[in-house]
């Protein structure tokens, strides 16, 4: 079992920044991928980035690419997303999910466990 608990979303202003985080704990989670996706209203669970934890790799969708950065820090046991040069687009119920796979997965039914999900609202 893996437990995911995200924070850090919230209102801000186009072109700006946030960082979401997602603290893991349970089962060791240096074996695990980690992946966030986001969900609008009346719109499809969307990838956005992944993370090997064990060896580090990482993977974006199309649309974030080059904006938005995910990172893990081993001893927290958390994973960031990095969000930068934020569009109203961008606004979505965004989910912290990991699987006991390793590899790049980018979508969610390769996904085990989830959090509870956190607003992220960008104003124009």
């Known amino acids: 079992q893996v437990q995911l608990v995200e924070s850090g979303g919230g209102l801000v202003q186009a072109g700006g920044s946030l960082r979401l985080s997602c603290a893991a704990s349970?089962?060791?989670?240096?074996?695990?991928?980690m992946g966030w996706f986001r969900q609008a209203p009346g719109k499809e669970r969307e990838f956005v980035a992944t993370?090997?934890?064990?060896?580090?790799?990482?993977y974006y969708g199309d649309s974030v690419k080059g904006r938005f950065t995910i990172s893990k820090d081993n001893a927290k046991n958390t994973v960031y997303l990095q969000m930068d040069s934020l569009k109203p687009e961008d606004t979505a119920v965004y989910y912290c999910?990991?699987?006991?796979?390793?590899?790049?997965?980018?979508?969610?039914?390769?996904?085990?466990?989830w959090g509870q999900g956190t607003q992220v609202t960008v104003s124009s």
């Open positions: 349970g089962r060791t989670v240096s074996t695990v991928t």
């Open positions: 999910a990991a699987t006991e796979k390793s590899g790049i997965y980018v979508l969610p039914r390769s996904y085990t466990y």
């Open positions: 993370l090997s934890w064990s060896i580090g790799s990482t």
